[in-house]
């Protein structure tokens, strides 16, 4: 069976191979340096071959996932450019008292590029995730979500409430993703010549910005403008500007746009679960005063603001995150008391 990916390349669906040998059949048959490197990793990195699994989304896509632990069931969402890594320090403290879920998106981590471009939506993400728990076996879980996870996770209450037990939406907003990043002036031309021309340079844009994150001008840049704070390390920050370098442009720019379109805002005042919203009082990209939108206008909901924090806060003030986290889990009974071992 003959089908076209993103970059409108023919590829082989072989459907009688496992789903991984199919999924690097997929990347190498693009002949791009990224998927190349995507594949490297893959093939040499032994936690990525016997932990991760895939389920197929609407599109065809492989949507790569992994669980781990036993006990309530916490499923970690991403945010836009961002791998599993952001959440390691989460899920060593969860480790033994829950269940834990976690995917990639289309395009990114090791999952395949979207196959077609209703495929990187927003609500194609959505139904990514509920596949995900379907083949995970979990009814019911609680959803974190980083940054553009938390409108994805606001999101998936229009569609599956029911198998929503509570939500922690952290340094994240609930619609239009990337407003706070554009200038008030030239913001709404620039959108419209990303969402023109984007897809079509998206590849260039992320292999560039993978460059110049290895700069030391520009790890010096990014934090005089405040987007990562001093108490970050450019070695914590390596594992996302590695992973930006692998992911696949055209996927990223489309789902960026749905992204940046979308609006979960009509939800909020619904949403009755147990709810924690994380917001960081010095984040330039999902400022603090969208978490105290979300607070107000949600009937279960309580803000916690890091006021220290930017959108690196989940390594810049971990501990305190952290633990806010897991009392709130302990709290509305999310999580295995902590007197309750593994085994």
Not at 141 to 152: I, M, V
């Amino acid at each position: 069976m003959q089908m076209r990916d993103r970059s409108g390349f023919e590829v082989v669906d072989d459907r009688g191979a496992t789903l991984y040998n199919a999924s690097v059949l997929h990347l190498v048959s693009r002949l791009r340096p990224t998927a190349i490197r995507m594949f490297e990793r893959s093939a040499h990195d032994p936690d990525v071959v016997e932990n991760t699994q895939y389920v197929e989304a609407a599109d065809g896509t492989a949507i790569a996932y992994r669980v781990d632990g036993e006990g309530p069931a916490l499923v970690f969402v991403n945010g836009f450019t961002t791998s599993n890594e952001y959440w390691r320090h989460l899920r060593t403290r969860f480790d033994q008292r829950a269940t834990l879920v976690n995917w990639d998106l289309k395009g990114h981590g090791n999952a395949e590029p979207a196959r077609t471009e209703e495929g990187a939506t927003v609500e194609a993400a959505v139904d990514d995730m509920r596949r995900v728990m379907d083949a995970a076996e979990i009814d019911r879980a609680t959803l974190l979500g980083f940054s553009f996870g938390s409108q994805l996770i606001v999101e998936a209450w229009r569609t599956m409430p029911e198998r929503i037990e509570g939500l922690v939406p952290i340094l994240g907003p609930f619609e239009k993703t990337f407003a706070p990043f554009l200038p008030p002036v030239v913001g709404p031309l620039v959108w419209r010549i990303f969402e023109s021309h984007g897809p079509d340079i998206a590849d260039s844009l992320l292999e560039l910005c993978h460059w110049a994150s290895q700069s030391p001008l520009t790890w010096r840049l990014v934090k005089a403008l405040g987007y990562i704070g001093e108490s970050v390390s450019f070695e914590e920050m390596q594992p996302f500007f590695e992973h930006v370098g692998r992911v696949h442009g055209r996927t990223w720019a489309h789902l960026g746009i749905s992204a940046h379109n979308h609006s979960a805002a009509d939800l909020l005042a619904s949403i009755d679960v147990p709810t924690l919203i994380v917001a960081g009082g010095r984040d330039k990209l999902a400022p603090a005063e969208l978490g105290h939108r979300m607070q107000e206008q949600m009937p279960n909901a309580e803000l916690h603001l890091v006021p220290e924090a930017t959108h690196a806060g989940l390594l810049g003030q971990r501990e305190e995150i952290e633990s806010r986290i897991e009392s709130f889990l302990e709290t509305h009974d999310l999580i295995r008391p902590s007197d309750v071992d593994g085994d």
